[in-house]
């Protein structure tokens, strides 16, 4: 039977702050995480998965606070299928008017062979789990990981057993991005047929894009009867990313005439959130990214230009306006006072306290004097990097290069560092690797690599701002920042910097969590 809820309304379960979150690098400070969810939560978001609480002190604290902000939303938790995980995440999510358990365990035979259990011990687990979590909370997802490559029959007998325990949303991942579209709605359709109870629960899917498929496959699950799509801003997500939840949300409003579905999420605030995601992750939205790239709504080509100006349907299937892009991007010079500053940066998604706008306007005023013309784009890319030095431990504090024709070139670099001033004058092939080698030598870091070096600019002309983006990898652990700058080498410098202070509270978060392991 086909599950149809109020006038089939589609659930959009956003798990930016989990499943994104949960990418190598894409670490967020508590306060960004926090501003996210009140963004997702104004938005129309109907579930915010928030973390997983028994992953860190960081998680745990994460969660409950943006439990107790949330005005609208369920805010859910993530929780394996363990007594510890469930009373972890209960005790995080109590604090939300709407709170919700999500439990998972892999369900497939090579995640069943990890814990060594066979189908029927699994099954037993599942039981117990579910049920303890309902126990706790009357609102409980389940999850069998790796659902699209668990045996049929097994996935039937394992989401009974869930639903008969207690679950109110039956959650079908595709962990590895391996499903197809006809696959996915064949899967959820026969589930929603065959499984004693299905009409009881809402089917939810959760798509992983490693073949490029992760929209399409929602959407199709959600024509065979799922009411919940599970995605990410930006498709923010461990290697390829999830479902992005502004493909799902605009491909649905703007193909209603062939899936007629509704969601509660307001389109014209995606810009905003987009932005703002890719600021404090570190992971900048490829130009030619749907909805929310840069070029997504760009007509370069003549014949295209023509079209649109004698008719913007020609080529144009939604209004830029229609997912918060407004219509010039130029903004203002450095003229424009604090109250124009901040009307335009609300504009862009970014809501300031009285002290933050202070810092801000001080900022703006410095590049506005050094640029003619100050963009939207200018603007994004100094909030991204204001974002991620704000309250750091190391911070650049005067960097002067000598570079030119002659090799070697030098950079005389003074850090911050835990509020002690440092200095070095150090040598390099070229300025980039001469700032490089003088940061290692301020706070060395030897087993961490430069895994990515890579430069944008930001607007056109020789003014413009580049944006750089380094990325670190240490032990297996990544942490990637942006820094904007109209000098591309103290760009480059801050966006290390930046790198580095968020490798640093890694390292932090991977110490409590292994000093919780042992402490059992
Ligand atoms: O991809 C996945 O399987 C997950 C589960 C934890 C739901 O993220
Ligand atoms: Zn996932």
Redesign the pocket.
Known sequence: MTQTTEQDRVLIFD?TLR?GEQSPGATMTLAEKLEIAEMLDAMGVDIIEAGFPIASEGDFEAVSKIAAQARNAVICG?ARAKSADIERCWEAVKHAKRPRI?T?IGTSPLHRAIPNLDQDQMAEVIHDSVTLARNLCDNVQW?P??ATRTEEDYLKRVIEIAIKAGATTI?I???VGYTAPRESADLIRMLIESVPGADEVVFAT?C?NDLGMATANSLAAVEAGARQV?CTINGLGERAGNTALEEVVMALKVRNDIMPYATGVDSRKIMQISRRVAAVSGFAVQYNKAIVGKNAFAHESGIHQDGMLKNAETFEIMRPEDVGLSETSLVMGKHSGRAALRAKLKDLGFELGDNQLKDVFVRFKELADRKKEVFDEDLVAMMADSASTQGSAIQVKFLRVICGTEAPQSADLTLTIEGEDKQVTMQGDGPIDAVFNAIKALVPHPDAKLALYQVHAVTEGTDAQATVSVRLEENGKVSSAQASDTDTVVASAKAYVSALNRLVLRREKSTHAQMDAAAG
């Open positions: 798990t499943d993530l999500h998972f999850s990981m790796d959650n991942p595709d962990t959760h992983h599970e």
